[in-house]
């Protein structure tokens, strides 16, 4: 998948290094609330679930990864999935994670006939609702304490785009 500032490609072995840092690295606790492992193994062993699907951000030009998508709980039968992005702290506020968004967005629903896409972010969040917001995400649901995050409960939002609503958006293009 080739945007204008970014391409984005399945996870491969090689790129167990780069995630193993953000992992470990205690940088990001928004991201990895919900993380179902508590060491890198663990990880490794979610990655193979084939409900969980794994793509690296790199920018144009460029072989080192910026970024990665997460697509879990991947229904195709129920014609949904839910998404998690992440970048790297010097690519951010740069239109990345929107037009990753809608990269990833575009490709579910065109190659596996989605209906809906969700995301999940936490309320006080400000850059990734702005994110959603943009990709024209809409807010469905908040869910009250439903993140512990820094030892702090915090409410979390529930977001979705259907295929309908990213072709009236989309249709065209970015």
Known sequence: MIGKQTYIRPFETKDG????????????????RHSPFVKWSDFSKWESITNN???IIFPIGCVEPIG???????MQKAQNCK??????????KKGIAIESVYL????????????????ESVEDDERTNHILN???FIKEAT????????????????WSITHDNFEKYYGGGI
């Not at 190659?111 to 995301?119: G, P, Q, S, Y």
């Open 17 to 32: 290094d780069f995630l193993a840092k953000w992992f470990f690295s205690g940088e990001y606790p928004i991201f990895f």
């Open 53 to 55: 699907l794994i793509y």
């Open 68 to 74: 990665m998508i997460i697509i879990y709980l991947f």
């Open 83 to 92: 998404l998690g992005i992440m970048l790297d702290k010097d690519n951010q």
């Open 104 to 119: 990833i967005s575009k490709y579910l629903f065109r190659e596996f006939n989605l209906h809906k896409i969700f995301f």
């Open 134 to 136: 943009e990709a024209k």
């Open 143 to 158: 869910i009250n304490d439903a993140a512990k995050i820094d030892g702090k409960f915090k409410n979390e939002i529930i």
